[in-house]
């Protein structure tokens, strides 16, 4: 498990590198730590099998959703989560549109945290109480034609959907990781979306069931 965690406050990363350890007891977790978003770019183009950024939307140099926005167009396979110092639900709302995999704040609990990342690990969207409207809202205003993908296209759309990595997904189905991350790209477009999270939530729309194995 590889997990970035961004934040100006050293000893804000140093608590959550120790919390992160917990989160897969069975795994160990490497954190990268960056003091902002010039120095997380820079990481996660260097470690392209990182499983989830940690983002703070407050950074020196960028604000979380234009760091969003950079992370979905660089790396759209990544699932990204907000970190904020208070449960604003217009900065909630705005990052949960653009993608985002998940919004939390830095008040919560430990385990709280460590219950949301396995969440969006699963594929899922974790948003504060109150906002689960949200998640279902996102592509609600959008009209959008059903994709169709190819047989392989649609293995890989379904162990995406379980919250398979793509480097899991590459030793599923025998495959390079470049190949799984074109296969992904696909999938995005097909969708019309620009990250993971958003492609599962309109995969659910149209009737995917992630519970579902691959077709052989």
Not at 120 to 140: D, H, Y
Not at 191 to 204: H, S
């Amino acid at each position: 498990m590889k997990i970035l965690v961004v934040d100006d406050h050293a000893l804000v990363r140093a608590g959550l590198c120790q919390v992160l350890q917990g989160l897969t007891p069975l795994e160990a977790t490497e954190v990268f730590e960056a003091p902002d978003c010039a120095r997380a770019f820079v990481l996660a183009a260097s470690h392209p099998d990182l499983d989830l950024v940690l983002l703070d939307y407050h950074l020196p140099d960028m604000n979380g959703l234009a760091a969003l926005g950079i992370f979905g167009e660089r790396h759209p396979e990544l699932p990204v989560v907000i970190l904020s110092g208070s449960a604003n639900p217009s900065i909630a709302q705005r990052v949960l549109a653009q993608g985002a995999a998940g919004f939390v704040t830095k008040s919560g609990r430990s385990d709280e945290l460590l219950q949301a990342l396995r969440q969006v690990l699963n594929g899922e969207v974790v948003a504060p109480l109150g906002f689960g409207s949200l998640q279902s809202g996102q592509t609600e205003s959008t009209e959008v034609k059903a994709p169709i993908f190819t047989p392989r296209q649609q293995e890989v759309l379904q162990l995406l959907l379980g919250g398979f990595s793509n480097r899991d997904i590459s030793e599923q189905l025998s495959l390079s990781d470049e190949t799984v991350k074109n296969h992904v790209t696909s999938i995005l477009r097909g969708f019309g979306v620009k990250t993971r999270t958003q492609a599962a939530l309109e995969a659910g729309r149209w009737g995917y069931d992630r519970s579902a194995p691959p077709a052989r």
